[in-house]
């Protein structure tokens, strides 16, 4: 067999076929294995603020972030061991509809919801003022 460039093949009548396909490894990573949605830094500062506050308040202890394919939860535990107390979700195929924030209680309701974070974690301030 006579030796050949990589990229050129020979087909049965011996013509060359180039392999002129470009593809961007960028656009071929995302469209195979697509990034996580993540929380960003301000939202991530938010969520910790409240934590930082309920955690002195003796009535969380533990917390879990996880970063999914189609969306981010802040989970929050009264014990490691147990099922999250609330979860605070980002989901951005919401944005456009009911917003891409909400905080979901331990049975699945959905305590706020809204297309500004701050807004909704407001959710919280109740209950800081129920305890003063």
């Keep these: 067999m006579t030796e050949q460039p990589e990229g050129q093949r020979h087909d049965e009548e011996g013509a060359d076929r180039t392999a002129a396909t470009v593809v961007d490894l960028g656009v071929y990573r995302q469209a195979v294995d697509p990034l996580p949605v993540t929380f960003h ?6 969520i910790l603020w409240i934590y930082g506050l309920m955690v002195g308040e003796g009535e969380w202890r533990d917390y879990a972030i996880d970063h ?8 929050v ?3 490691s061991g147990e099922y999250p107390l609330y979860r605070i979700e980002k989901n951005p195929k919401l944005a456009a509809k009911q917003g891409a924030f909400a905080v979901v209680a331990t049975d699945g309701r959905i305590l706020k919801r809204g ?3 701050r807004q909704v974690l407001k959710v919280f301030d109740k209950a800081l ?3 003063d």
């Design 41 to 46: 830094r301000r939202e991530l500062d938010a």
């Design 77 to 79: 535990f009264k014990r």
């Design 68 to 75: 999914l394919k189609d969306k981010a939860v802040f989970s």
């Design 129 to 131: 003022k129920a305890l």
């Design 115 to 117: 297309h500004d974070l």
